[in-house]
């Protein structure tokens, strides 16, 4: 069983950064897709960054060139930097690991920005 813990949300202001951090459990994470998603109340749950195995990176137009998603396979760690935030990112930020068909999740973490 694949457990899924996030840490580093918080309040911040408009411009200012925050370091997101998901620690799985288990023996699959290094060949895992890992995906960082989000939902704002009264909306929809979105994607916002997600990283594979080899690195390979995908962002949500909406957070291109403010947030970085990067992964630690030794320590089992998926990562969200986020930069210039803005009020419109206000939400709860969970992570995600998807290998072999199975889909895990985070139970989630809150990012507020005040303006």
């Known amino acids: 069983q694949v457990q899924l813990v996030e840490s580093g949300g918080g309040l911040v202001q408009a411009g200012g950064s925050l370091r997101l951090s998901c620690a799985s459990s288990?023996?699959?994470?290094?060949?895992?897709?890992m995906g960082w998603y989000r939902q704002a109340p009264g909306k929809q749950r979105e994607l916002v960054a997600e990283i594979g195995s080899f690195g390979s990176t995908h962002y949500a137009d909406a957070v291109k060139g403010r947030f970085t998603v990067s992964r630690e396979n030794a320590k089992n760690t998926v990562y969200l930097q986020m930069n210039s935030l803005k009020p419109e990112d206000t939400a709860v930020y969970c992570c995600?690991?998807?290998?072999?068909?199975?889909?895990?999740w985070g139970q989630g973490t809150q990012v507020t920005v005040s303006s």
């Open positions: 288990g023996s699959i994470f290094s060949s895992a897709l």
């Open positions: 995600r690991l998807l290998f072999n068909g199975n889909v895990y």
